[in-house]
């Protein structure tokens, strides 16, 4: 199962994606919105995506827009094995 969020924004450039997913990890892209960053939130969401067996990256270019993404490993529940009663 892959779960995407896109924007139409101001975009990251190739060369500071490495940057993204690092601990205290910025990239010289400013916040349109003014807002603050520790540098933690996508390096905590790649060991939480991780640690389930999936995987999380970016796609993106400067001035174009950037697409984060997630897959995580679908596993079907095992069946319920029939209970048999006994009267």
Known sequence: MEISVSDQGQGISE??????????????VRPTG??????????????????????VGVESKAGVGSK?????PIQRPAPLASASVSA
């Open 34 to 55: 003014g807002e603050k960053s520790t540098g933690l939130g996508l390096a905590i969401v790649k060991r939480l995506v991780e640690a389930h067996g999936g995987h």
């Open 68 to 72: 984060f993404f997630f897959t995580l």
């Open 15 to 28: 060369e500071e994606h490495r940057k993204l997913f690092t601990d205290f990890g910025r990239t010289g």
